[in-house]
């Protein structure tokens, strides 16, 4: 009887799961996101993530997935982009709140206008 009832979804990220999920990711972006000759192989980056899901899960709402991390960092790289645009385009001075934006964002990404002084 239990497989005619509909898959539910899980509960949102809340902000301590964000909070360490980012934490986590910076602390490990160069043998997640690196190229090149020196980058990790399938199987280093799997164990990271899995690291990284251990973290998460002591504050998450429910447990979380590798794929569930990975899909919620997308996200949140894509929506950070996005305001970060909106901002350069002129809906606003670029100030403090484009340089918040732009936490997921490297350096170079960051449009001269809110990227921070060298």
Same mark, same amino acid.
């Given at each position: 009887?239990?497989?005619?009832?509909? #898959?539910?979804? /899980?509960?949102?990220?809340?902000?301590?799961?964000?909070?360490?999920?980012?934490?986590?990711?910076?602390? *490990?972006?160069?043998?997640?996101?690196?190229?090149?000759?020196?980058?990790?192989?399938?199987?280093? #980056?799997?164990? $990271?993530?899995?690291?990284?899901? *251990? /973290?998460?899960?002591? $504050?998450?709402?429910?447990?979380?997935? $590798?794929?569930?991390? #990975?899909?919620?960092?997308?996200?949140? #790289?894509?929506?950070?982009?996005? /305001?970060?645009?909106?901002?350069?385009?002129?809906?606003?001075?670029?100030?403090?709140?484009?340089?918040?934006?732009?936490?997921?964002?490297?350096?170079?990404?960051?449009?001269?206008?809110?990227?921070?002084?060298?």
């Amino acid at each position: 009887m239990a497989e005619d009832s509909p #898959k539910r979804r /899980k509960a949102n990220f809340n902000e301590a799961e964000t909070e360490v999920l980012i934490e986590q990711v910076l602390k *490990h972006e160069q043998l997640l996101f690196a190229a090149g000759p020196g980058r990790a192989s399938p199987g280093q #980056k799997r164990k $990271v993530w899995e690291l990284i899901r *251990h /973290k998460v899960n002591p $504050v998450a709402a429910c447990p979380r997935d $590798v794929e569930d991390l #990975k899909k919620r960092w997308r996200d949140l #790289k894509r929506r950070d982009r996005s /305001k970060l645009c909106r901002l350069s385009q002129g809906c606003g001075p670029p100030g403090p709140a484009a340089a918040a934006f732009g936490l997921l964002l490297a350096p170079e990404e960051m449009p001269p206008a809110a990227a921070p002084p060298a």
